[in-house]
Nanobody, 119 residues
Framework: QVQLQESGPGLVKPSQTLSLTCTVS??????????WSWIRQPPGKGLEWIGY???????YYSPSLKSRISISRDTSKNQFTLQLTSVTPEDTAKYYC???????????RGQGTQVTVSS
């Protein structure tokens, strides 16, 4: 069974770049037809899809965040990474990595990592 684990700093200062890594086990991120997403949940709000990288390395981002997002991967480590630039306190959220695209149920996802943007 596939398992995902997020890692990265819990506190980021405004205007800096947030960088999170997802390590996948129990399955390869290059397996055909699988999509690997980042999603987040701000305090008191629902889940928000951020973007994905697919099995071929192609990416697609949420239009509302597109100008600040980059998702990449390291197939040798079976990891994919989120970078979010110019963060503000509104980017404070619990961030998850998950298998699936923007309309998935994200059944397979990590436990999440809390990221707070504050000076």
């Amino acid at each position: 069974q596939v398992q995902l684990q997020e890692s990265g700093p819990g506190l980021v200062k405004p205007s800096q770049t947030l960088s999170l890594t997802c390590t996948v086990s129990g399955g390869s991120i290059t397996t055909n037809n699988y999509f690997w997403s980042w999603i987040r949940q701000p305090p008191g709000k629902g889940l928000e899809w951020i973007g994905y990288i697919d099995y071929s390395g192609s990416t697609y981002y949420s239009p509302s965040l597109k100008s600040r997002i980059s998702i990449s991967r390291d197939t040798s480590k079976n990891q994919f990474t989120l970078q979010l630039t110019s963060v503000t306190p509104e980017d404070t959220a619990k961030y998850y990595c998950a298998r699936g695209g923007p309309f998935s149920d994200w059944r397979y996802r990590g436990q999440g990592t809390q990221v707070t943007v504050s000076s």
